[in-house]
């Protein structure tokens, strides 16, 4: 099993960036590939991004694309969530996730991954 803790979260306006980080421990060897997922109030929790641990390519949704970008420190353990130009339809709980399964999948699907952080809120005021 993977712990995941999100940190990062904060408030900004419309605009501006904020870098999320998402620290890894327990058995990260097995872990497949990462990602990042955000909440907002009554939606449903959707992919925003994943990695590929062993090669490091990327997916992205088309509502970040160009703006955010997802990358890993393996030597630290870290998954980062680099987002700027933040709009405030970006405003959500954002998780960090991880699949150490293997049995792959769509990267945006929820059910890929069986490690969750507890979230970290990101808020953007126009």
């Known amino acids: 099993q993977v712990q995941l803790v999100e940190s990062g979260g904060g408030s900004v306006q419309a605009g501006g960036s904020l870098r999320l980080s998402c620290a890894a421990s327990?058995?990260?060897?097995?872990?497949?590939?990462m990602g990042w997922f955000r909440q907002a109030p009554g939606k449903d929790r959707e992919g925003v991004a994943a990695i590929y641990s062993a090669s490091g390519f990327t997916y992205y949704a088309d509502s970040v694309k160009d703006r955010f970008t997802i990358s890993q420190d393996n030597a630290k353990n870290t998954l980062y969530l680099q987002m700027n130009s933040l709009k405030p339809e970006d405003t959500a709980m954002y998780y960090c996730?991880?699949?150490?399964?293997?049995?792959?999948?769509?990267?945006?699907?929820?059910?890929?991954?069986?490690?969750w952080g507890q979230g970290t809120q990101v808020t953007v005021s126009s």
């Open positions: 996730a991880a699949d150490t399964s293997g049995y792959g999948g769509r990267w945006y699907l929820k059910t890929r991954y069986n490690s």
């Open positions: 327990g058995y990260i060897y097995s872990t497949y590939m």
